[in-house]
Antibody, heavy 119, light 110 residues
Framework: QAQLVQSGPDVKKPGASVKVSCEAS????????IHWVRQAPGHGLEWMGW????????RFSQNFQGRVTLTRDTSASTAYMELNNLGSADTAVYYC????????????WGRGTLVTVSS | QSALTQPASVSGSPGQSITISCTGT?????????VSWYQQHPGKVPKLIIY???KRPSGVSNRFSGSKSANTASLTISGLQAEDEADYYC??????????FGGGTKLTVL
């Protein structure tokens, strides 16, 4: 069945960058987009942005504009989220999520990747 | 980009009904019928329970229902059960192809 498998937990120092991967299987990769959502410990869900996996078009939350890059490797059915200039507030679980085509709700989620920013 | 406004917490006794509100603006909740609701138990991945304001995915209990009036969407859970205790998040499409979540509501079943 369809699933999204994310990369493992990571620890970064302040000012560094992190790149999280999200490998899709069980469905046609480029027929969908991928969104990225994060959740800081004890906090709510925060939408970061999305990428059209067919043409690479991206849109971002203003909160992350200029600091996040979304890419994809269609040959590997994998989407990537890179966040730069990390600070302690970026410590969070990062989720990739798949919406129904043409819609804005998520019927499939990755299990999340914990990124810890610590000196 | 401000989060949609949800109450921080709500509570109810088993068998009762509760409603969680989600207030936005005419650029998001009020402008589109693209509000969704997610349930998240501690340490778990969010689960879709309502989409397009009122629709329930297959397998979701009919005790969950959604509605919208102007800039406020609502999630109602009827016949509260202990397993409903979780965090609930609304989300909405926003002008210019972006998305926003609500701050989340912790539901306690007394």
């Amino acid at each position: 069945q369809a699933q999204l498998v994310q990369s493992g937990p990571d620890v970064k120092k302040p000012g560094a960058s992190v790149k999280v991967s999200c490998e899709a299987s069980g469905y046609s990769f480029t027929d969908y987009s991928i969104h990225w959502v994060r959740q800081a410990p004890g906090h709510g869900l925060e939408w970061m942005g999305w990428i059209n996996l067919s043409n690479g078009y991206t849109r971002f939350s203003q909160n992350f504009q200029g600091r996040v890059t979304l890419t994809r490797d269609t040959s590997a059915s994998t989407a990537y989220m890179e966040l730069n200039n990390l600070g302690s507030a970026d410590t969070a679980v990062y989720y990739c999520a798949r919406p129904v085509p043409g819609d804005w709700y998520f019927d499939l989620w990755g299990r999340g990747t914990l990124v810890t920013v610590s000196s | 980009q401000s989060a949609l406004t949800q109450p921080a917490s709500v509570s109810g006794s088993p068998g009762q009904s509760i409603t969680i509100s989600c207030t936005g603006t005419s650029s998001d909740v009020g402008g589109y019928n693209l509000v969704s609701w997610y349930q998240q138990h501690p340490g778990k991945v969010p689960k879709l329970i309502i989409y397009e304001v009122t629709k329930r995915p297959s397998g979701v209990s009919n005790r969950f229902s959604g509605s919208k009036s102007a800039n406020t969407a609502s999630l109602t859970i009827s016949g509260l059960q202990a397993e409903d205790e979780a965090d609930y998040y609304c989300s909405s499409y926003v002008d210019s192809s972006t998305l926003v979540f609500g701050g989340g509501t912790k539901l306690t079943v007394l």
